[in-house]
């Protein structure tokens, strides 16, 4: 599957349309359905340590190949990659969750965390950092976290939030507006057969900081 999902995606990209996508369901439905078994398989595995996705179905978690062009410059009807978001709260859902993103040319990609919350989950996340910032920052500062993912994107505000102080010791990061941490995999890589493998050792790594932001959003 992997071989033949980053080749029919290559070819996708050179011929979003659906004359040619309606010519290749098939292929695109078989892959899609190896890629639902494969997500299954991540689930099962992320289940090893976090026990809060047991029971999600992989099907609920895929993303649609069309894309939304009603509001968009860019009218190619197809997305240029496979997804899922792997999160208690749903597929839709601001998370926390983890993140798959499919896509040749290196662009692969498995993230994590909460990206673009509404304003109440906002203002809860930021408040459990005024709260416990030095956990967050322990987390943030593991040296094989900051070896596999750096540091979180690069997201936030210039000033202060409302209710914030700039020499709040946290500041820096109550200004984020998003909390998502990624890792790149390259095409080599998931031509390889380590997709799965890979997928799972950066979840893992990922988890205290899935777990900081549990509380921020799970709870009411």
Request: hydrophobic share 35%; with cysteine.
């Amino acid at each position: 599957m992997n071989k033949d999902l980053l080749k029919f995606l290559t070819q996708l990209k050179k011929n979003n349309n659906k004359e040619w996508f309606d010519k290749n369901r098939p292929a695109y439905e078989a892959l899609r359905k190896q890629f639902t078994e494969l997500v299954q398989q991540i689930i099962n595995d992320i289940t090893d340590f976090d026990d809060k996705v047991k029971g999600i179905e992989a099907k609920n978690t895929l993303f649609r190949i069309n894309r939304d062009i009603r509001f968009s410059k860019d009218k190619t009807p197809y997305k240029k990659n496979f997804s899922a978001f792997i999160s208690v709260k749903g597929r839709k859902s601001f998370g926390p969750g983890y993140y798959i993103h499919i896509q040749p040319g290196n662009e692969s990609f498995v993230a994590g965390g909460v990206y673009m919350p509404e304003k109440g989950i906002l203002d809860k996340i930021r408040q459990e950092i005024d709260y416990n910032g030095e956990q967050l920052l322990k987390i943030l500062n593991k040296e094989s976290f900051k070896r596999t993912f750096g540091v979180m994107e690069e997201d936030k505000l210039l000033r202060a939030p409302k209710g914030y102080e700039e020499d709040n010791p946290y500041i820096d990061l109550i200004k984020y507006k998003s909390f998502i941490v990624s890792k790149g995999i390259t095409d080599k890589e998931i031509e390889e057969g380590k997709l799965k493998s890979l997928t799972k050792k950066y979840c893992k790594e990922m988890l205290p900081f899935i777990e900081f932001l549990y509380p921020a959003v799970l709870e009411e």
